[in-house]
C-alpha cells in the first residue's frame, strides 16, 4: 500500500492531481491519501481512497501499514519515514507556483534527497516515473535512527542535554 500525505496546513492540489493521474494508469495499487481540506475549489482525487483529515492513531496505522510514502517535502514527514525506515517519495511545493511562501521545500528536498531511501520527484512526470518504479519494486531500506540522517554535533548536544537533565 501506499500512503500519501500533503500535512493538514495547506492543500497540495499539484502532487494530489499527479498520483490521482497516475491511479487512473495504474488502478491495482492501493494509495490511500490524506489530502488537506481542497476547498470548494481544490482537487478532489477520483481514483483513489482519501480523506481531508485523520486523527493521529488512523495516521499511524496507515502510515505504518505502508510501504512506500509519497509526501510533500515536509520536515515531519521526511524525518517519519527515515525513523520507521520506509522509503519516501518527496515532492517539495514550489513558491513559484503559488504553493508555499518561499522555497525552502526546494532547499530540504535538495538536502535529504541525497539519504537512502529518499526519493525526490521535481515534479509530475518524475512523480509518475518514481511511483511507476518503486511501486513494481518497492525499495527495503535499513533501519534508520536519528544519527542516520542528523548531523553529529546536533545528536550530541542533545545527548549532553539529556544527561544533563537526568544528573540534576
Same mark, same amino acid.
Given at each position: ?5 500533503? #500535512? ?7 502532487? =494530489?492531481?499527479? =498520483?490521482?493521474?497516475?491511479? $487512473? $494508469?495504474?488502478?491495482? =495499487? #492501493? +494509495? ?6 481542497? #476547498?470548494? $475549489? ?18 499511524? %496505522? ?6 512506500? +510514502?509519497? *509526501? ?8 517519519? *519515514?527515515?525513523?520507521?525506515? $520506509?522509503? +519516501?517519495i518527496i515532492m517539495p511545493r514550489s513558491a513559484a507556483l503559488g504553493e508555499h511562501r ?8 535538495? %538536502? ?7 526519493y525526490v520527484a521535481w515534479d509530475e512526470t518524475e512523480l509518475a516515473?518514481? /511511483?511507476?518504479? /518503486?511501486?513494481?519494486?518497492?525499495? =527495503?531500506?535499513? #533501519?534508520? *535512527?536519528?544519527? *542516520?540522517?542528523?548531523?553529529? %554535533?546536533?545528536?550530541?548536544? /542533545?545527548?549532553?542535554? +539529556? ?6
Open positions: 500500500m501506499i500512503f500519501l500525505t500533503v #500535512g493538514t496546513q495547506l492543500t497540495f492540489d499539484r502532487m =494530489v492531481k499527479a =498520483v490521482d493521474t497516475w491511479c $487512473k $494508469k495504474v488502478p491495482d =495499487v #492501493g +494509495i490511500f491519501g490524506q489530502i488537506s481540506d481542497p #476547498g470548494p $475549489k481544490g482537487y478532489r482525487p477520483a481514483h483513489f481512497e482519501w480523506q481531508d483529515f485523520i486523527g493521529p492513531e488512523e495516521f499511524n %496505522k496507515r502510515f505504518n501499514a505502508a510501504n512506500l +510514502i509519497v *509526501a510533500h517535502a515536509g520536515m515531519g514527514s521526511i524525518i517519519s *519515514a527515515l525513523t520507521a525506515s $520506509k522509503p +519516501i518561499n522555497e525552502h521545500q526546494r532547499a530540504t528536498a535538495e %538536502k535529504f534527497g541525497r539519504k537512502e531511501g529518499v516515473a518514481l /511511483l511507476t518504479r /518503486l511501486s513494481k519494486n518497492p525499495p =527495503v531500506t535499513a #533501519g534508520a *535512527a536519528a544519527s *542516520a540522517f542528523a548531523e553529529p %554535533k546536533l545528536i550530541e548536544t /542533545l545527548r549532553d542535554f +539529556i544527561h544533563m537533565e537526568t544528573k540534576t
